[in-house]
């Protein structure tokens, strides 16, 4: 499981040219599932995502977490984060897991995220929908987080 995480200051997914969800300062969250992803990988890298220290403290170091500012995260499903691109000019998608795994593990991502900061913080996309998302990505700070496997 991967994260792509990034440290915004709003950002939304709009669906059809409709606002799905929206947030202010906090994290936007491409979360990718490979088919060898269990419930134990969701768990570990939401806490991760809630513990990540990317937000400055009075000494404009790195030092706090979504958490400790009250941030919002919005979590969105990206398959593409598995892509495979080491031939040709199309990516494969092969490692990403199929979208009923997936999407439970997707939702068991936002279960355990919503757990650790709080329900009413987290937003998401729409699982297999196509989206379009919008960001204004805050530094920038962008990380890639992966499970421990």
Same mark, same amino acid.
């Not at 499981?1 to 995480?5: P, W």
């Not at 060898?36 to 806490?47: F, H, I, P, S, V």
């Not at 355990?112 to 920038?140: E, H, K, S, Y």
């Given at each position: 499981?991967?994260? *792509?995480?990034q440290?915004?200051? =709003?950002? =939304?997914?709009?669906?059809?040219?409709?606002?799905?969800? @929206?947030?202010?300062?906090? +994290?936007?969250?491409?979360?990718?599932? !490979?088919h060898?992803?269990?419930?134990? /990988?969701?768990?570990?890298? &939401?806490?991760r995502? &809630?513990?990540?220290?990317?937000?400055?403290?009075?000494? $404009?170091?790195? @030092?706090?977490?979504?958490?400790?500012? %009250?941030?919002?995260? *919005?979590?969105?499903?990206? #398959?593409?984060?598995? &892509?495979? !691109?080491?031939?040709?000019?199309?990516?494969? #998608?092969?490692?990403? /897991?199929?979208?009923? %795994?997936?999407? /439970? *593990?997707?939702? $068991? #991502?936002?279960?355990?995220?919503?757990?650790?900061?709080?329900? /009413?913080?987290?937003?998401?996309?729409? #699982?297999? &929908?196509? +989206?379009?998302? %919008?960001?204004? @990505?805050?530094?920038?700070?962008?990380?890639? *987080?992966?499970?421990?496997?």
């Open positions: 499981m991967k994260a *792509l995480v440290r915004v200051s =709003s950002a =939304s997914v709009s669906i059809n040219g409709s606002l799905h969800s @929206n947030i202010g300062m906090g +994290m936007l969250v491409f979360l990718g599932v !490979t060898k992803d269990t419930t134990e /990988a969701a768990n570990y890298l &939401a806490c995502c &809630a513990e990540l220290r990317i937000f400055e403290d009075a000494r $404009e170091k790195m @030092n706090l977490s979504v958490k400790d500012i %009250q941030g919002e995260v *919005l979590v969105v499903s990206q #398959f593409t984060l598995y &892509a495979d !691109t080491r031939k040709g000019n199309r990516p494969s #998608f092969v490692d990403a /897991a199929p979208p009923s %795994q997936a999407e /439970a *593990l997707y939702e $068991e #991502f936002v279960k355990i995220l919503r757990q650790q900061i709080g329900d /009413a913080r987290v937003r998401t996309g729409v #699982f297999r &929908a196509m +989206m379009d998302v %919008q960001l204004v @990505n805050d530094g920038p700070v962008t990380v890639m *987080l992966e499970d421990k496997s």
